[in-house]
């Protein structure tokens, strides 16, 4: 606890007696950001679709469901 509080008041220190960066952020920065926020929604939705999908069939195979009945063919 004493040196999570000791960070913090570190980091706190340091962005409140910074300087000013005078730098120029143009629209291709902002491109980049929204692309990158874009493809790591996307990543982790495809990675929950694996898991889910995984678990389902665990799930299906406890309960005794098989595939073909579960696509609504007739047995």
Aim: net charge positive.
């Amino acid at each position: 606890m004493k040196y999570t509080v000791r960070l913090l008041a570190t980091g706190i220190s340091f962005v409140a007696w910074s300087a000013p960066a005078h730098a120029y952020i143009d629209p291709g920065t902002g491109t980049l950001i929204v692309q990158g926020l874009i493809g790591s929604f996307v990543a982790i939705a495809t990675v929950g679709g694996l898991y889910l999908q995984r678990i389902r069939s665990a799930v299906a195979r406890v309960f005794g469901k098989t595939e073909s009945s579960e696509s609504g063919e007739p047995e």
